[in-house]
């Protein structure tokens, strides 16, 4: 209570230093009582202060009753910190008993004009008296009746709907419409910037008194049109309004989940603009709340420890609001808070797996605040002492039982034959299944190569190029999509699907890109669910498959079931379908029905939804289940970590595929030199050749120096690319070290000797040495 008792102490500083005007009862001119006609302001402002009139004492109290309630240091309700354990918080449908009916709303007792007359002073003077009047007040320097206008309508939640409503006595009860004139709102918060001082001050301080009103029972949509309204106050970018910016946050935070259910629609019909600036203004809320300018520009962090898990909560609001947009407003990655690098994400991370339904806040409740960075090295960090663990074990096993301890035990060794290197590597991984969470180390048979990275780079490439051979037949390339996809042919054996999903769970495990093109939806399937059940014989892998998903696979296919669901003919006669599909299996079709007695029911008009419904499904989950089943199960045996939960399906591939997206100015800018300097002629001459290579070429110098030609999450830079001199003769090849990232350099004295003997080089290297 210490801390509350504190921020609340916060919000009566922000009174005192208000003039002492908004300290007393309001001077002659600005009372509540009988207002005198305004001369110069215009129609609206005469219209608003008709209807208040007419109000009459609606609003008694007002402002000194409210900073009387100050006084009296009355307490805002605690935020609800109700965190479901390892879960996402989303936002998107509730169950039917959540939505119930809100309380009525009161009346607003302020319309003396019609609702033609008034919608058209709204829609027509928003913007001018906004800008007109404040103009013409910095003219004449006679602020008052702008002052009396920001004076009056930010001093309760009544008047806030009163001035900001298109009705004033419209319900306005669905999730589509907020009620809100948008346009005026915009207008007043970008004239209120332009006004003095004290005039921004009156607006906070009216904001004080709305937020330190009594709560009686549960919000209205009144209170909840107040918020909306409130937290676009562009006031609060600055951190002298903090303290009642985190009030207002807080009470946005403590709203039921109904309650949250109408925000998150009504955000999202903001303007991209406003709609971007208020998540920013919450982000950098957050990063200063984290890391202050000054020491003493905000309450100590402990006095006020709900600052940051309600401005987080209300975040998730906005990120809600924009996974439900179709499109989304911004991109995901635009929620991500970079300062969040900068605190002990580990020590955050624990909390959530030790804390999850507490009270104890972790930003891992939010994922997706945190960037695939910060995910990345959770994960890898969660793999370490997985593996530091796996290797005690095995220590502790063989000390107790006095044998001789081989240093072998802390390391999963794979040792393949390149001839033969798919079915070695099925059996060596089938074999040592007990030891896959441990470092991962490759020998090839007959080569003196230590692995110190490069060959388990090397192996990765090697074995997925030839997985994904076409020749094969595990999968099928899609030309039109440039992805693979699942073969749907029936075996007895899938295990060689549990080895690629193996292969995609050591990548991650022991931080290697791959250069597997696999669709999103793939990705969103092995998340289905995150982490693998106990039970062995539960549904994986089957996520939802919309038409979009067909499109990222299957796009011919889909644009035809598009051109079927948009027909406005005769379905039935036209097209001619039932609910049965045909598929050709090793040169043999068969005929497979989507539902019971398929092969008799016509695709009609009335179910042709149906029809694609159950067709996609077919396609992307139940004609491939085992295949997929055996995969999820293979990258799950080795990725089986709690930090899975907090990825999204495009934050998944990222880690195993890593970037295709090669920005050869990037790692030329985080270049180490070791022998030479960057302004030494040959470095000059290998930038100037390999910034003009073509894109296939600079793949390969960046295979050829580092073993993958995959950029890692944190990009170039995280390559630690180092460029060494290496004093041979110059008729010598340049030379690479792919365990460190490094290649080695004879100094070579012409541009066009540099670029024939590296394309030489990199068009050659595979294995240890030149083959």
């Not at 921004?200 to 909840?224: A, C, H, M, Y």
């Not at 690098?341 to 507490?358: A, C, K, L, P, V």
């Not at 960090?381 to 290797?391: C, N, P, R, Y």
């Not at 000390?399 to 059996?427: E, G, P, T, W, Y």
């Amino acid at each position: 209570m210490d801390g509350e008792h504190s921020a609340l102490s916060g919000v009566e500083r922000e009174r005192e230093k208000l003039p002492p005007i908004y300290n007393s009862s309001p001077p002659a001119g600005l009372g509540r009582g009988v207002k005198q006609p305004f001369p110069s302001l215009g129609t609206f402002i005469s219209t608003l202060s008709q209807r208040r009139d007419a109000g009459g004492r609606g609003f008694a109290g007002g402002i000194t009753g409210t900073l009387t309630s100050i006084r009296h240091g009355r307490e805002l309700p605690p935020i609800c910190r109700n965190v479901r354990q390892k879960q996402r918080l989303s936002i998107d449908t509730l169950p039917p008993e959540v939505k119930a009916p809100f309380p009525s709303d009161p009346v607003i007792p302020l319309r003396t004009k019609t609702t033609k007359e008034f919608q058209f002073v709204l829609l027509m003077r928003c913007v001018c008296v906004a800008r007109d009047d404040v103009e013409r007040a910095v003219q004449s320097g006679d602020w008052r009746e702008v002052r009396e206008f920001y004076l009056t309508t930010f001093d309760s939640f009544i008047e806030i709907n009163a001035a900001f409503k298109r009705e004033a006595n419209g319900l306005f009860n669905t999730i589509e419409d907020s009620g809100v004139n948008a346009k005026f709102v915009n207008a007043v918060y970008d004239a209120l910037l332009s006004t003095p001082q004290d005039i921004q001050k009156s607006v906070l301080k009216g904001i004080i008194n709305s937020l330190l009103r009594e709560w009686k029972g549960p919000r209205t949509k009144d209170d909840l049109r107040a918020y909306f309204i409130l937290v676009q106050n562009p006031q609060y970018s600055s951190t002298s309004t903090y303290v009642i910016y985190a009030h207002l946050l807080r009470q946005i935070a403590a709203l039921s989940e109904a309650d949250h259910h109408f925000l998150v629609h009504w955000l999202k019909k903001l303007s991209a603009r406003r709609f971007r600036q208020l998540v920013e203004r919450l982000l950098q809320f957050i990063s200063t709340r984290l890391f202050p300018a000054e020491p003493d520009e905000l309450p100590p962090l402990t006095k006020c420890s709900w600052w940051i898990p309600s401005a987080t909560k209300v975040l998730s609001l906005f990120n809600a609001a924009n996974s439900v947009s179709s499109p989304p407003i911004m991109p995901f990655t635009d929620f991500y808070n970079i300062t969040l690098e900068h605190i002990d994400f580990m020590e955050e991370y624990r909390t959530w797996q030790n804390y999850g339904n507490s009270n104890r806040f972790s930003f891992c409740q939010f994922p997706f605040i945190l960037s695939t960075a910060v995910k990345k090295s959770i994960i890898q960090k969660d793999s370490e002492q997985q593996m530091i663990s796996q290797a005690r074990q095995s220590l502790v096993s063989k000390v107790s039982r006095r044998q001789r301890v081989d240093m072998n035990l802390l390391f999963l060794n794979i040792k393949v034959r390149r001839a033969q290197l798919l079915s070695d590597s099925l059996d060596e991984l089938t074999r040592k299944r007990c030891d896959l969470k441990k470092k991962l180390r490759v020998t090839f048979v007959g080569e003196a190569g230590l692995d110190m990275g490069g060959l388990t780079k090397e192996w990765f490439l090697l074995l997925v190029r030839q997985i994904f051979h076409t020749d094969y037949g595990m999968f099928t390339y899609m030309k039109d999509s440039r992805c693979h996809w699942f073969s749907s042919w029936k075996c007895d054996n899938y295990s060689e699907f549990q080895l690629v999903g193996t292969l995609m769970g050591l990548a991650v495990y022991n931080s290697i890109a791959l250069d597997i093109h696999f669709p999103l939806y793939c990705y969103r399937k092995l998340l289905t669910p995150p982490m693998a059940p106990c039970d062995q014989n539960a549904l994986v892998g089957m996520a939802t498959a919309t038409l979009d998903d067909l499109q990222q696979i299957m796009p011919e296919l889909a644009h035809g079931f598009g051109e079927l669901l948009s027909y406005e003919g005769n379905v039935e006669e036209d097209f001619y379908l039932t609910f049965q599909v045909f598929q050709e299996e090793m040169g043999v079709v068969r005929s497979y029905n989507l539902k019971p007695g398929g092969d008799k029911i016509p695709v009609t008009k009335q179910n042709r939804k149906e029809y694609v419904q159950l067709y996609i499904d077919f396609l992307l989950n139940k004609s491939i289940y085992k295949q997929f089943a055996a995969f999820y199960h293979g990258f799950h045996s080795v990725c089986a970590s709690d930090a899975l939960m907090l990825l999204r399906p495009e934050e998944v591939e990222m880690l195993v595929c890593g970037s295709p997206e090669l920005d050869m100015s990037a790692l030329q800018k985080a270049a180490q030199y070791e022998g030479y300097s960057k302004s030494d002629s040959t470095v000059r001459c290998f930038w100037d050749v390999v910034l003009a290579f073509p894109l296939e070429l600079q793949k390969k110098l960046l295979h050829f120096a580092t073993g993958s030609d995959r950029v890692p999450v944190g990009g170039m830079a995280d390559l630690n690319f180092k460029i060494s001199k290496i004093e041979v003769p110059t008729d010598w090849l340049p030379i690479s070290h792919t365990c460190f990232n490094q290649i080695c350099l004879p100094p070579y004295r012409t541009r066009k000797e540099l670029k024939h003997k590296l394309t030489i080089a990199i068009s050659n290297a595979e294995g240890f040495g030149l083959e």
